[in-house]
């Protein structure tokens, strides 16, 4: 799985290279990796983010974030698969 940092509204993450105006905000982009809860997830990443597009730091941050939230998805795959 990857999550995509350009996929986000650039009001939320605009350091990255490619900035997509009517992204996803950063609730929607969290509910739907917390939609995949569940899956047999293997591995994942988080791509997309340039932050010398981004001297507040934001999108680090939010791309941090995320991939807190794919680290718990990744961390109860494995759990599940282990019972």
Known sequence: ???????LD??????TGTP???GLS???????LRGLRGLNLIGADVVEVA???DPS???ALVAATM???ILCLLAEAAASRKE
Do not use: H, I, K
């Open 26 to 32: 950063t609730r929607e982009a969290q509910a739907l």
């Open 20 to 22: 997509e105006v009517g």
């Open 57 to 59: 730091g934001n999108t």
């Open 51 to 53: 932050p010398p597009f």
């Open 1 to 7: 799985m990857t999550d995509d940092v350009d996929s």
């Open 67 to 69: 991939m807190y939230e």
């Open 10 to 15: 650039p009001v939320y993450a605009p350091g």
